[in-house]
């Protein structure tokens, strides 16, 4: 390849009828400037193309990576998505395990609250029962207590010992004697 040096120091031999020397200097000159400049502007351009050719080969190993990183987005969210539907199946059945406990134990407690319900019921039974046999062996107690102090007579003849004449004595005494009775009737 000619360069522009070549050209400033070609050297043409000297004819009789040859041109003139000064236009072809000139013209000369012109084409040095033209080449140097062409030649400049070659090695601006392969510059250029090197630096462009880096940075198309940079995107293509980022356009790799990116895909390499998007497939592996796209595995990571599958994992993320079974992972996900496994642990809500995982509450699911804890959910439904402790529902079951749940109503077993409340099961459980209506059955025990049905059997105290029960005894309480029997209880009551045994206690009104007793209560009553209790209250039954008083008033004949009192019947026989009635008939062994004023035996047979009148109403008339009790006059003396109606409520306004009863002594609070009596009533208190009375009273002790029911609780005694009750309490050994009723165990207590």
Request: aromatic content about 6%.
């Given at each position: 390849?000619?360069?522009?040096?070549d050209?400033?120091?070609k050297?043409?031999?000297?004819?009789?009828?040859?041109?003139?020397?000064?236009?072809?200097?000139?013209?000369?000159?012109?084409?040095?400037?033209?080449?140097?400049?062409?030649?400049?502007?070659?090695?601006?351009?392969?510059?250029?193309?090197?630096?462009?050719?880096a940075?198309?080969?940079r995107?293509?190993?980022?356009?790799?990576?990116?895909?390499?990183?998007?497939?592996?987005?796209?595995?990571?969210?599958s994992?993320?998505?079974v992972?996900?539907?496994?642990?809500?199946?995982?509450?699911?059945k804890?959910?439904?395990?402790?529902?079951?406990?749940?109503?077993?134990?409340?099961?459980?407690n209506?059955?025990?609250?049905?059997?105290?319900?029960?005894?309480?019921?029997?209880?009551?039974?045994?206690?009104?029962?007793?209560?009553?046999?209790?209250?039954?062996?008083?008033?004949?107690?009192?019947?026989n207590?009635?008939?062994?102090?004023?035996?047979?007579?009148?109403?008339?003849?009790?006059?003396?010992?109606?409520?306004?004449?009863?002594?609070?004595?009596d009533?208190?005494?009375?009273?002790?004697?029911?609780?005694?009775n009750?309490?050994?009737?009723?165990?207590?």
């Amino acid at each position: 390849m000619i360069t522009p040096l070549d050209i400033q120091n070609k050297e043409f031999s000297r004819a009789v009828r040859g041109y003139k020397e000064e236009d072809v200097d000139g013209f000369l000159d012109l084409l040095t400037l033209d080449l140097e400049k062409i030649l400049e502007e070659n090695r601006r351009l392969k510059e250029q193309i090197k630096n462009l050719t880096a940075e198309l080969e940079r995107f293509k190993n980022s356009e790799e990576t990116v895909l390499k990183t998007l497939e592996a987005a796209k595995a990571l969210m599958s994992d993320i998505s079974v992972s996900a539907e496994k642990r809500a199946e995982i509450l699911l059945k804890n959910a439904e395990l402790d529902a079951q406990l749940i109503q077993r134990e409340a099961k459980e407690n209506i059955e025990r609250l049905n059997e105290e319900m029960l005894k309480l019921k029997n209880s009551l039974i045994i206690f009104k029962s007793r209560y009553r046999s209790l209250l039954e062996s008083e008033l004949e107690k009192f019947d026989n207590l009635s008939e062994e102090l004023f035996g047979n007579k009148e109403l008339g003849d009790l006059k003396p010992y109606t409520e306004d004449k009863i002594k609070s004595e009596d009533v208190a005494s009375f009273e002790k004697s029911t609780i005694t009775n009750l309490r050994k009737g009723e165990g207590v």
